[in-house]
């Protein structure tokens, strides 16, 4: 039986397949300790053979400074990289502003004579004298984890691979720009090595930890989540934790693409509001977008990765008033500890689940199902006060956080979107998360979609994501090659490095207990026109093949393309993917009419309205019905606003028409 579970900053939810029958529930997170609500979800369920995971674990202790305290080890003369960084900034007419503290302390980057040149030749070597001479030193500091990052390793790994088995040999955990990333721009490289420097201590001990649950409850394999959007044995993301960074939020648009292939739809907006943040993407012809250039808290991490953009935008988000007076919502949140006011846990700050329950969207004696009763009067309390400060109505309190929170995410919707060249109108929102059908028709009628797809378990959507995720591995090595018309040395230069990869892979996969014959091998390669400073990455078959695609991709990406400039292939990239069985939801019953449960009183921007309340079990498939409407589920609550309608498909996606026209 296997089971799939994700964790957030409120909810740890849990997606199980029992005799062919999805099963779906939440239990609150568990901060201090993740696996205790993993364990307290598993006493919930029949024993699971497979166990698919997702978790926000090494994102946080990026965020609050919780990670192994670090050391870096670098080129003589290149120790201060890490500290000049790129000359971007943030906020550039901010006076006051500040670079991120890096994770690792100036007076704990250490330097060796040892160079590589530009053309990956061993110019000089390290001694075992300096060798043992930067081991005491790490040792004086009481340093847990070791960075190395030497100039151009990427093109000659030799130097960094001599220093490393030194200091592994001294108990030091090390990690090696080589094998993290061996690709160009030291600054990219360094400071993503230091990332899974930073996390390898803390995710192993992790990883240890459920390791050890799970074996309590015969879990034979074990899956974690990679923010590359496939998953891998929990044994192999030890050695290389930076890829768990965004495991959470991947696992979301994983399970929009596998709804595309199921119901045929090819471009989403996807949006995952959840307790604490909202994630938003895009699918493209039922693609995935991705990214290699990503960042954390404003610390730059280049590996693939799904290209999520995060809010501070969930439930939980605290209403407060800034130095104006003016009303703001986030990036603070009360979490699943205290919580909002509603849940009775001790929260003392305004929420915006708080005034989605005062709206009447949800159901204070149905939240997750009836498990969770939550205090409408405590909230309805502590939301009058907050509003006598502002000087504003009650109602236009409660309707005001939610228009605000909906706000912060249109500024991330357009991103994904818009600023892409994305014409939204050929788009539907797929909006999941415990929030996210709540708000999702507000948003896409704000940026012009006109239709929203609730999915089936939109409230723990992510979870299934990982459920149904394929095992995939990635990999990389920057070579650059100047192309020239018929040209056949560079195609057998990229073929070598694939066949390197495809041994690399091979070996791999073998420790996994996975045939290589079951994978599938998908190279692509990063190209620019010679002289740009960034790239864009296409599929591979040849290098004039590559070639075609590069001027077509840079014609649909900037509106131009230069056909007679010369071409420059910077890096080859490998993925490879093994396919994991998918469960297919089950088939929703066809019936004539739907019958509400109960009508209550819903504030919407039009006023109270008297709402008819369905229970989203209950609704047939291929029903259309006229808003306004709330729809309650186990996991989420959808609200269906007036001038709308919707409709549920076979699978039990309920389709919501957001078009005002």
């Not at 070597?125 to 070791?146: D, F, K, N, Y």
């Not at 599938?520 to 400073?533: I, K």
Request: hydrophobic content about 45%.
């Amino acid at each position: 039986m296997p089971i799939s579970t994700d964790i957030g900053g409120t909810f740890t939810d849990f997606v199980v397949l029992e005799g062919g029958r999805m099963r779906t529930f939440k239990v609150p997170s568990t901060p201090d300790q993740p696996e205790r609500a993993i364990e307290i979800g598993l006493a919930r369920c029949a024993p699971a053979t497979v166990f698919s995971h997702g978790t926000t674990l090494a994102t946080n202790a990026v965020l609050e400074r919780k990670g192994a305290k670090t050391g870096l080890l670098t080129t003589k003369g290149f120790a201060a990289i890490l500290t000049i960084g790129r000359q971007q900034r943030a906020d550039l007419y901010r006076l006051d502003a500040r670079r991120p503290p890096q994770l690792v302390a100036p007076d704990a980057c250490f330097e060796i004579s040892e160079r590589v040149s530009s053309r990956g030749e061993l110019l000089i070597a390290p001694t075992e004298l300096e060798i043992t001479a930067v081991s005491e030193q790490v040792r004086a500091w009481g340093l847990e984890s070791l960075a190395i990052c030497f100039l151009f390793s990427f093109l000659n790994p030799v130097n960094e691979r001599k220093v490393r088995d030194a200091l592994i040999e001294e108990g030091f955990s090390v990690s090696c720009s080589s094998e993290v990333l061996p690709e160009f721009r030291e600054y990219e490289r360094m400071s993503t090595t230091v990332m899974d420097a930073y996390l390898k201590r803390i995710v192993a001990r992790y990883l240890a930890r459920m390791e050890q649950l799970l074996r309590q409850n015969g879990v034979k394999q074990f899956y974690v989540m990679q923010s590359n959007g496939g998953v891998v044995k929990a044994a192999v993301m030890k050695h290389k934790p930076v890829n768990m960074l965004l495991s959470g939020p991947a696992g979301g648009v994983a399970a929009a693409r596998y709804l595309c292939t199921l119901t045929g739809l090819k471009n989403l907006i996807t949006v995952d509001m959840g307790g604490t943040s909202a994630d938003v993407s895009a699918i493209v012809n039922g693609s995935v977008s991705w990214t290699s250039d990503g960042s954390i808290n404003g610390l730059p991490i280049k590996l693939p990765m799904v290209d999520v953009v995060t809010v501070g935008a969930g439930g939980g988000s605290i209403a407060w008033l800034d130095e104006g007076g003016a009303l703001r919502v986030g990036p603070g949140s009360a979490g699943a500890v205290p919580g909002p006011v509603c849940y009775d846990l001790g929260g003392a700050d305004v929420t915006v689940t708080d005034c989605d329950l005062l709206c009447g969207y949800l159901d204070p004696s149905y939240f997750l199902g009836g498990e969770m009763i939550l205090d409408a009067e405590k909230a309805r309390r502590r939301v009058e006060r907050f509003a006598d400060e502002m000087g504003l109505a009650y109602e236009e309190t409660i309707l005001g956080v939610g228009k605000i929170v909906n706000a912060n995410m249109i500024k991330a919707l357009r991103v994904v979107s818009v600023e892409r060249g994305l014409d939204t109108r050929e788009f539907a929102l797929c909006a999941f998360g415990g929030a996210g059908p709540v708000h999702a028709v507000a948003l896409a009628r704000e940026l012009g979609l006109p239709t929203v797809i609730v999915p089936v378990a939109s409230g723990v959507f992510s979870a299934y994501g990982i459920l149904v995720s394929d095992l995939q591995q990635d990999y990389s090595r920057t070579h650059p090659l100047r192309l020239h018309a018929g040209d056949t040395e560079a195609d057998a230069a990229v073929q070598a490095t694939l066949d390197e990869f495809a041994v690399a892979a091979e070996h791999e996969l073998a420790e996994q207990g996975i045939a290589f014959t079951e994978a599938t091998l998908v190279p692509s390669v990063d190209m620019r026109y010679l002289g740009q400073s960034y790239e864009l990455n296409v599929d591979f078959t040849t290098v004039a093949d590559a070639r075609a695609r590069f001027h077509q991709e840079h014609q649909k990406r900037y509106g131009y393309a230069m056909p007679a400039e010369a071409v420059e292939l910077v890096t080859i990239r490998l993925r490879v993917l093994v396919p994991r069985a998918k469960p297919i939801p089950s088939l929703v019953p066809a019936g004539k009419a739907a019958k509400p449960e109960v009508y209550r009183a819903v504030l919407f921007e039009e006023g109270w309205q008297r709402t008819p309340i369905f229970r989203r079990a209950a609704l047939p498939a291929h029903v259309e019905l006229e808003g306004p409407a709330i729809i309650a589920a186990t996991d989420s609550t959808t609200v269906v606003p007036p001038d709308s309608q919707f409709g549920v498909d076979g699978y039990g996606n309920i389709t919501i028409s957001a078009s005002l026209d």
